[in-house]
């Protein structure tokens, strides 16, 4: 399948940093804002943005030091405070109003810093395999890998490292087999992932500096906003996977007990990557969630107008 045609284009965020920003569809259309994960690029929301264009003007964003970004000026520039102020940027800049953010995995963490900012700017929110914070703590439900992994991200955000280095080994078939397998048996993936789509993902992942990924990965595990969710009242979809050893669904059912207005779906048989393992049941539960936004738009639209919504003919 060939590549999506995004319109593309490069933007100055609040502290000068150079984001690569992507569009797609008609600008008179409601704006659906993706959020990535770390190291994700706009082709992991393929199936996505197929499903909704048309009905949507599609914005998305390389994030800082990433692909086609700029670096950050700083090594400490990587935080999700300065990710939630890129999307702030990008939204004034865009002329972007009531917007629907969808956010996958680090992404959720982005907005929902982005909502501790700017209270309730959104039209909606659907976080796809994500946590309220410290993210490291939950892997495998336990906070060792955390404790490993810490020390690790401290030493390589003083490096001078590419991990792209190891992409050539991504067009060795028996590398990608090995690789898949092993993913699996760690329960990171299922057998039902977009093998395609996956191999990019891990392709593009690998091209990029590590320094970065580091810097990402250690505010990802220090960030925490469990305080700002009873505040939140942006109508919230959160998804998880129901094999998800990243993000467990125990994370989600966490986040939904303190949103005041979030509704709670778990993908059967879905890892971290329910994107593009479960794509068809993914996309069909979000736009069950904004039929539902348009109902009750729709009933407060007729209470405001004296009318009654039992009444019909």
């Not at 091209?207 to 810097?215: E, G, I, P, Q, T």
């Not at 509704?263 to 039929?291: C, N, T």
Request: without cysteine.
């Amino acid at each position: 399948m060939a590549p999506l045609k995004y319109e593309r284009k490069s933007i100055n965020s609040f502290d000068g940093t150079r984001l690569a920003l992507y569009s797609v569809g008609d600008r008179d259309l409601p704006t659906m804002v993706l959020a990535n994960g770390i190291g994700g690029d706009v082709e992991i929301w393929r199936n996505l943005v197929n499903h909704y264009l048309g009905r949507y003007r599609i914005v998305t964003w390389d994030y800082r030091g990433l692909h086609g970004s700029g670096p950050a000026p700083k090594i400490k520039s990587y935080r999700m405070s300065h990710h939630a102020e890129d999307l702030a940027t990008i939204l004034a800049l865009e002329e972007i109003e009531d917007p629907h953010l969808v956010a996958w995995s680090m992404g959720v963490q982005v907005v929902m810093e982005f909502h501790r900012r700017h209270t309730d700017l959104a039209a909606s929110f659907v976080a796809l395999n994500g946590a309220p914070g410290q993210t490291l703590d939950s892997v495998y439900g336990s906070r060792l890998p955390g404790r490993m992994l810490r020390p690790v991200l401290r030493a390589a955000m003083r490096g001078n490292t590419k991990v792209g280095s190891l992409g050539g080994l991504l067009s060795d078939p028996d590398f990608l087999a090995i690789a898949s397998k092993l993913l699996r048996r760690l329960g990171m993936t299922s057998e039902d992932i977009e093998l395609a789509a996956f191999r990019q993902l891990l392709a593009h992942w690998l091209d990029n500096d590590l320094r970065v990924y580091s810097a990402m990965l250690r505010s990802m595990g220090e960030h925490d906003v469990d305080d700002i969710l009873p505040r939140l009242q942006t109508p919230t979809l959160v998804i998880g996977g129901e094999m998800d050893v990243l993000t467990p669904p125990e994370l989600s059912q966490k986040m939904v007990n303190k949103l005041p207005n979030g509704e709670l779906h778990i993908l059967k048989g879905a890892s971290h990557f329910g994107l593009i393992e479960r794509p068809g049941k993914l996309v069909e539960r979000m736009d069950e969630f904004y039929w539902s936004l348009r109902d009750t738009a729709a009933a407060r639209s007729v209470q405001l107008s004296g009318g009654d919504s039992s009444f019909a003919g």
